[in-house]
């Protein structure tokens, strides 16, 4: 597609359980970023990929948060354990360079509601 | 860590030219000043990016003093869509080597008929 797609668009999930969330990126894009939003709030930086790695990840809240890019195109975000707190939009964005000083073009979101 | 501080919300008339300023005082070197727009139930949109002086596109201008401390994203003749959150970045190129874009609370700009 042309732009970022992220599935589901929204997931309900019981507290503990486990959740995927994936974003496509824009083709060609190397560099994928995933935001959480809360209501009324602005994104919340959670981990960033150049390629296949996570050069910085030190936005993860704790341990139970994971993100994996292994071809360097899609990204899934793993949430373990879920808690009623990680209620929230989860965003995806990607860009032709890892560095902030270009353009990122974001996904609509993943509203995750955890009852 | 680079921080931005702009208005929590303002209030404009359509066909109005509206000007929101946002403050970051320690904005390093490298880092240009990047402005998103954000509608309800999309993520955020890139409006407009600067490094000094002035920048135009088809939609913003974007004005940036000599000292780089604070800018102003200027929307001429708002409409009723225009009617969003928007937010001023900085990229966090001292402490991260430029890969996490801080946002802050943004500016909830409401437009009136």
């Known amino acids: 597609g042309a732009g970022v797609s992220q599935t589901p668009s929204n997931k309900v999930t019981e507290k503990g359980k486990y959740v995927e969330l994936r974003c496509d990126p824009i083709s060609g894009h190397t560099a994928l970023y995933w935001y959480r939003q809360s209501l009324g709030q602005g994104p919340e930086f959670l981990i960033y990929f150049q390629g296949t790695g996570a050069a910085d990840d030190s936005g993860l809240p704790n341990d139970r948060f994971f993100a994996v890019r292994p071809e360097g195109s899609v990204s899934t975000l793993k949430i373990q354990r879920t808690e009623r707190g990680d209620s929230a939009v989860y965003l995806c964005?990607?860009?032709?360079?890892?560095?902030?000083?270009?353009?990122?073009?974001f996904g609509q979101g993943t509203r995750l509601t955890v009852v | 860590l680079a921080k931005t501080t702009q208005p929590i919300s303002m209030d404009s008339y359509e066909g109005q030219e509206v000007n929101i300023t946002c403050s970051h005082n320690?904005?390093?070197?490298?880092?240009?000043i990047t402005w998103y727009q954000q509608f309800p139930s999309q993520g955020p949109r890139f409006i407009i990016q600067?490094?000094?002086t002035k920048v135009t596109n088809e939609v913003a201008s974007l004005f940036i003093p000599a000292d780089r401390k604070s800018s102003t994203l200027s929307l001429p003749r708002v409409s009723l869509s225009d009617t969003a959150v928007y937010y001023c970045?900085?990229?966090?190129?001292?402490?991260?080597?430029?890969?996490?874009?801080?946002f802050g609370a943004g500016t909830r700009l409401f437009v009136k008929a």
């Open positions: 964005a990607s860009s032709l360079e890892g560095h902030t000083n270009t353009e990122a073009f």
């Open positions: 600067g490094y000094k």
């Open positions: 970045l900085v990229g966090d190129t001292l402490n991260t080597g430029g890969f996490k874009t801080i």
């Open positions: 320690n904005i390093a070197t490298n880092d240009y």
